[in-house]
């Protein structure tokens, strides 16, 4: 058992189980046990509405007499009231748990959470079994308008959740009838497949979600196997392309708590990013390309034994030193290493600022395949696969547009508002990608504004973090709803100035080579 | 297809069933299909809170194109917020129907209503399923303890809805998935077998129910085969004793609404009186014996054909004229029947003061049956059962008991807030019994006040009334909880004062005949 690792700003806050003690019935006081639950339960919560359910109502009377009331409630704060999904007498015995989920398109995480203390009971993290259907989210979307397919799609991700719900609770000992509370962080559309709602019209114009506030669900309707009161809380979406992920992302980097204006980056096929403090968010998403998603482009693939995530190159003999996870031998190369090895090659001289491979600087690592010139990374006797490990121009061009691409959206954001790079107090960025990406790298090959390194935080998985506060905080339900309520969407307008912007962008660091002061003193200088 | 005979004070009120029109939406509108109907129904509803269950929400983006952005809403105001049930779109085709249930220990009766035009579709009337358990409601509470007791008789009721709410479809032509509302009223222990809550505590001091409010349920949990999202509404009780049939009686009489002060009684096996006005009510509860009561006495019947209903003596030859409902031979007498001869006796001189019988007024009709005198009221030949119609002395002594108690718990009731019988504007009657009786016979025997005949009014099947008035008007709603939380529950403390009223009462009409001016000048004087 694990504590829950703070999150960068964590309020202490109230959580969700909430101990009570009423007076005893006389026949003086004679209103109902669920009246009398309830009237103490408005007061202690501060509300005029809480509903108990049915089941829970037809355990109570005996549930109060036993326990000599005194009850361990847990609560939840749905559309206008409180809703307690579970009691249970006072005392050390297991009390209830929360699921934490990050429902990503390619992998789910999974936190098992005790609700009263938030330890960590047990994490799971697998694929989404709608991979079998398609890789990417597009796909999905296309398949949930055959007949049946949206049943199959919800079905394929409810089936995996309930096995690796009954998993989880075997391995940690919990009755999966103990698990009352879930929360759920996913991009609009796996929202929307994981509570049944056809993605169709939020891909077509003028891109509608079916719902971008879904409520409270119950457990019992979703089909999850856990105690059938369960609250499931989806975190709302702010449009099509802005999702609850990005908002439990907000929540856990705790920029909407800060005084200080700070920024976070979500990378992946799209690059989301959100820029504020305590007294404003501004949020946009632009298409980053898809160099830095793992499994998409022809070399890139997801952090994983053997993948190459640091590069560092010689500067005297242009020797590479690539280090891959878990020191196996290489067999691909994830973004993050993608960047180090662009970084390093531009500051050794062997691609040029339009990141162009310099045949005189690559030498012997150059080899013809398929009639293209191909840089190799490690030779087939060192790699994992038996044949060369190479890049070539391509991959190296779809890398450049993506960074430009991702510099031009931190740009525009920005400058929408005023604020510059410098002004930035920290830095957050989201995801394996955040863990693995040397700052210093990124700022190298211009995708990263040329600040302080010390200025950047990984965040880890953000999506799951917000989940886990929300299970063991009332104000992070309070600061999600104001968060997105608050929130100013930028429509990121592809016009003449985004696109001059862009091109400009396309150079290694950038046409204004004065905007990385940093980058130019350490580029090897050959004679 | 009848229109919904108007409550004696209906308010016009707005009902469940509620059009909007959208903006459709657009690139600079693009909330969620769900998020901009909630958004207009908030408007609309003045809320802050509107839900949207998921069945629903998985239909609404086809449903709201296939409209045209235009829906008829059948929506439901819960704790702390509104529920959307159902959503069609606008057009004159059927749009959802809403069942009105009076739930009697006895019987049960069916109203199926439109909710968006307050028409009655069908009706059915059946007997408490319970009633194979026992017929009287502490037989049902005991056998709760059993072992499956509970849910025996929870499926018993339940399996009869359903049973019924088929049937009634059927007649009707209507879909049970059709059916979004229901509206039930029952006295507390009924309330509790409906909704599969243990009745245990509540018949033990200090008599607490599991809940006096329950809240919206919903059909799936309680098993209804009608829509799954349908609300139920089981009006809230004021204690164990004083139940949500009576509230519902209430909202049905409108006492709650007049300026002027009048009065509801309801009589069972309990006597039930509520006493007020738009200002204030009071209500209060006591034993009336079970002389009033069909099926418990000996003789006492539920109405129904050959039941006799009317009686009348002529003055000169002490004939008897009976009436029995749809005129066929006599086999009982109902409550009403028995209180008109009562008084018919009593004004011919045939029972004294103290209710025995008079063996020279009553002559021939006194006959010696196992050893007790027994008063003929019809002779074998004239009966339905082939054998003498009869009461005996302990019949009159019941019902002596019975009027007594009555009177005596009017007088306290109204003594309590210092209303004089005479400021009483109405005196309103529950249920068939009120249908029934002759408001003079019981002024008569001394059992309601001597005050004007006209101000006596029956009310039929309050009961189904009031959940047929929370089926088509949202200020009926409101109402119910204003009543609940308003109305001053009289405890009735049976002490040496109430022993002394109730013992002044036991006289016809009583000791104290000034209070009853219109009664000494019509008995008979006989020489």
Chains 1, 2 share one sequence.
Not at 219 to 230: D, F, T, Y
Not at 321 to 341: M, T, V, W
Not at 468 to 478: E, F, K, P
Request: charged share 20%.
């Amino acid at each position: 058992m694990t504590t829950r690792p703070k999150a960068p700003d964590s309020a202490p806050g109230k959580g969700w189980v909430e101990r009570v003690t009423l007076t005893p019935p006389s026949l003086e006081d004679n209103s109902g046990d669920a009246d009398r639950l309830a009237r103490e339960l408005r007061r202690r919560l501060s509300t005029d509405a809480v509903r108990i359910e049915l089941p829970l109502l037809r355990r109570l009377p005996d549930l109060l007499r036993s326990a000599n009331w005194t009850l361990r409630c847990v609560v939840f704060k749905e559309t206008g009231g409180w809703v307690v999904t579970r009691a249970m007498p006072a005392g050390d015995a297991p009390s209830a748990a929360g699921l934490a989920v990050d429902l990503g398109t390619t992998r789910i995480a999974m936190q098992l959470l005790d609700l009263e203390t938030g330890d960590i009971l047990g994490e799971r993290a697998f694929d989404n079994p709608q991979l079998s259907v398609g890789p990417d989210i597009l796909t999905r979307i296309h398949y949930a308008d055959r007949s049946g397919g949206l049943e199959r799609l919800n079905a394929l991700v409810i089936d995996g959740f309930n096995r690796e719900i009954g998993d989880l609770c075997t391995e940690t000992g919990i009755s999966s009838n103990d698990v009352c509370l879930v929360a759920v962080a996913g991009n609009t559309a796996m929202t929307h497949l994981f509570l049944g709602l056809n993605p169709h019209w939020m891909v077509r114009e003028p891109y509608i979600p079916a719902v971008n506030a879904p409520g409270i669900l119950s457990a019992r309707n979703l089909g999850l196997k856990i105690a059938p009161s369960a609250r499931i809380f989806a975190f709302p979406n702010i449009g099509a392309y802005f999702g609850g992920d990005l908002i439990a992302g907000i929540l856990y980097s705790g920029l909407h708590r800060s005084p200080e204006t700070a920024l976070l980056v979500d990378v992946g096929t799209n690059a989301e990013v959100v820029l504020g403090n305590e007294n404003w968010l501004i949020a946009c998403a632009g298409a980053a390309g898809p160099a830095l998603e793992g499994g998409v482009s022809r070399i890139g693939a997801m952090a994983g034994p053997g993948i190459v995530d640091r590069v560092a190159i010689d500067p005297e003999t242009r020797a590479f030193h690539l280090h891959a996870i878990e020191d196996e031998p290489p067999r691909g190369i994830c973004g993050s290493g993608f960047i180090d090895l662009a970084a390093q090659l531009f500051l050794r001289g062997m691609i040029d600022i339009r990141g162009k491979l310099v045949p005189d600087a690559c030498g012997e690592r150059l080899k013809q395949i398929k009639g293209a010139p191909h840089l190799v990374l490690a030779p087939a006797e060192e790699s994992a696969t038996g044949e060369d490990l190479t890049i070539d121009q391509a991959d190296l061009d779809s890398l450049i547009r993506s960074k430009a691409a991702m510099y031009t959206i931190l740009e525009t954001l920005t400058g929408t508002v005023g604020v510059a790079f410098s002004d930035i107090s920290r830095f957050y960025i989201a995801g394996t990608f955040g863990v693995f990406i040397d700052p210093d790298s990124a700022i190298t090959i211009g995708m990263m504004p040329d600040i302080d390194r010390d200025r950047f935080t990984p965040l880890g998985n953000s999506s799951l973090g917000g989940a886990a506060m929300l299970l063991t905080s009332r104000d992070a339900l309070d600061a999600v709803y104001a968060v997105r309520e608050g929130i100013t969407y930028l429509e990121l307008n592809v016009n003449q100035d985004f696109m001059n912007r862009f091109s400009a962008a396309k150079f290694l660091p950038h046409t204004d080579a004065s905007r990385f002061p940093s980058v130019a003193p350490r580029i090897s200088q050959w004679t």
